[in-house]
């Protein structure tokens, strides 16, 4: 289960959809703690049901022929009895399920001081920290507070309950034997069959608090998988829609169905165009994209239209939350509430690192800059960049504004996020789940080629300035909190070295520089420029310019909801070599 839900989870970024638009509580103690319970409880329940039903069909033939007004007494009694537990106890469903909620919430809030220790730190916030933490506490306590007192409402009812019918037996009994119409050893025999029966009617009775446990459990889950279902079944609409108009989709079964809700506001249509690696195309085009934020509460921009071209690298500059991120997100396929399409020209991986060897070749600029930045650049060229056998060559790359360290080696934090699936295969440590099988799990981005050897790894790492690292932290496999470990800056170099790594077609960078100083930043985009990929970068820094040919500039419209937008071509006096000059 815990396989089939993380597929789900991570299929069509459902992941990150569930986050941004707040969708639902603590994702990750329904996949940990609520599939535990849920497998746990659900096998204890079917077992004491079975055993249950055994135990009646043995002793109720045996009360039955001792007196069977007994029996009848005992079914109406065990009725009654289930009638006012569901009565008493119904609002304990409710409150399992707050309690999950609650104490999730709690945990989740000491992940992220733990996450966020040195901001914290730095800020002294630690007395408005304890006092947040101790707020989602005493909600946990608060409404644990209301379920044990329905729980003890609840256990009074079942003490008395299984208490008051003991007499009956013996009422009834007793008699008979004073009568001589029954052996001494049959009370003792009716007492036996009338505990069993009556535990075995009782079941619900006695099994209610764990039952409401089970069915909050029960109710959080199927939440869960209604949301991923539905995230997923619009995902496959989305997909097979490829910008027809919904009314050309056929009306078939639960995907039309949703289809027809979830269109009801018009979405960007994304399509990736296949291309031969003879013709000469575009990388990218936007065609009248106006753009909302994820539940349209909010115009970003309108009918925006823009085309890049291989090396016309693009810069998106204006004011903060003017939808710079936003453009990228919408490019990256994240955020699709609006209407326009946007083309992405995608061809054959391995044409494509063809071709970037072939273009491979740098300006008298660029490589005045690389000797004056690193001078690693003779080995770059000859080992790594021109070598496409051993390089991955995706489509798109993003770089987001905060770099993403995974938890691994040094690595793997290279290799992030390709390669991924090769490691899968040659990691024994899954051995000791054989139930797992690779075709559920998502696929990891397609690579063509070798992954790089060590050596590759650590010329890129240089390229990035960072070569420091191998003698600093013990090797490509050395493993520690990286976050934590470097600095943002480098934790950027990091990042493009990702970049330089996977070679793409477009990369889409999101003030991927922001932490670093002007030296630095001209390797890295010099580095960029050298490799062949094009890229698009979002930046406030007047310095980013000399990189790019087109700048597409967001500006208030003033008066009005949203921001306009201008196109313009980057002129000569942009270049490096008049700005030297
Ligand atoms: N998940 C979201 N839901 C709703 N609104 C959002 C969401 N994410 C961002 N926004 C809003 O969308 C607007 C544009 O955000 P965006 O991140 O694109 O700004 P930006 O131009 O990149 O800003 P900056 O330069 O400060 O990074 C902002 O007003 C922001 O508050």
Redesign the pocket.
Known sequence: MTTQYLDKYFENRTFYNIQ??SMIDNPDQRIVDDLNNFSGSALGFALALFNATINLISFSGILYGIYPPLFFVLLVYSIGGTAISVLLGKNLVGLNFMQEKKEADFRYGLVRVRENAESIAFYGGEASEIQLLLQRFKQSFDNYTQLLIASRNLDFFTSFYRYLIQLLPAAVVAPLYFAGKIEFGVINQSFSAFNNVLSDFSIIVYQFQSLSAFSAVVDRLGEFTDILDEQNALSQVAFQNGGLPTDQLEPDGIVASLTLASTAKSRISLVDVEVSSSASHPLLALENVTLY???Y??S?FKELSLVVNKGENLLIM??????????L?AIAGLWRSGSGAIKRYVKNSVEGGEENNREGGASQIRNEEVVESGGVQDKINGALLQDPESMGSGEVFFLP?RPYMVLGTLRQQLLYPRWSEEEASTDTSNGSLPFISKQNHIKSKAVQGLPPNDDQLVQVLERVRLGHLMDRCDGLDSNVEWASVLSLGEQQRLAFARLLLSRPQLALM??STSALDESNEVSMYTALQESGVTFIS?G?RSSLRRFHKIILQ?EEAKGSSGTTWTLSRLTEADSPARRTG
């Open positions: 941004s638009q934020t994820p539940q509460s909010m970003l204006g004011a903060s939350g003017s939808g710079k991120t936003s453009l997100r504004q999101d003030e979002v406030h967001f």
